[in-house]
């Protein structure tokens, strides 16, 4: 499986970004897609969830960016969003999407290149 990432760049505080993330495989073989950030020198952090149970998706999100970030998906193009909104400097870092797979009692991660995001004051 791979993970295409692309949308990343400058923008102005208070202005909005859409993240795509493009999978080789159905989304539908994965159990959960999500997106994380990085920061130099520190773990990734958990974003956004999506998380599939039969035909509900159960979306969460970092209290960070409650209210300002939206997951969403493509079935038809296998592609999976984040849509950006009402930026902040402090949102700034390398985003990261991520799928998870459950094949054989096993849990397979995969995760797309980091995309730089930037928020000027």
């Known amino acids: 499986v791979q993970l295409q990432a692309s949308g990343g760049g400058l923008v102005q505080a208070g202005g909005s970004l859409r993240l795509s993330c493009a999978a080789s495989?159905?989304?539908?073989?994965?159990?959960?897609v999500a997106w994380y950030r990085q920061a130099p020198g520190n773990q990734r952090v958990l974003v956004t969830s999506l998380t599939s149970y039969g035909v509900t998706d159960f979306p969460a999100y970092a209290h960070s960016v409650d209210g300002r970030f939206t997951i969403s998906v493509d079935d038809a193009k296998n592609t999976v969003y984040l849509q950006m909104s009402s930026l902040k400097p402090e949102d700034t870092d390398v985003y990261y999407c991520n799928a998870r797979q459950l094949y054989a009692g096993h849990e397979y991660a995969y995760w797309g290149q980091g995309i730089q995001v930037t928020v000027s004051s």
């Open positions: 495989a159905s989304l539908h073989s994965f159990s959960s």
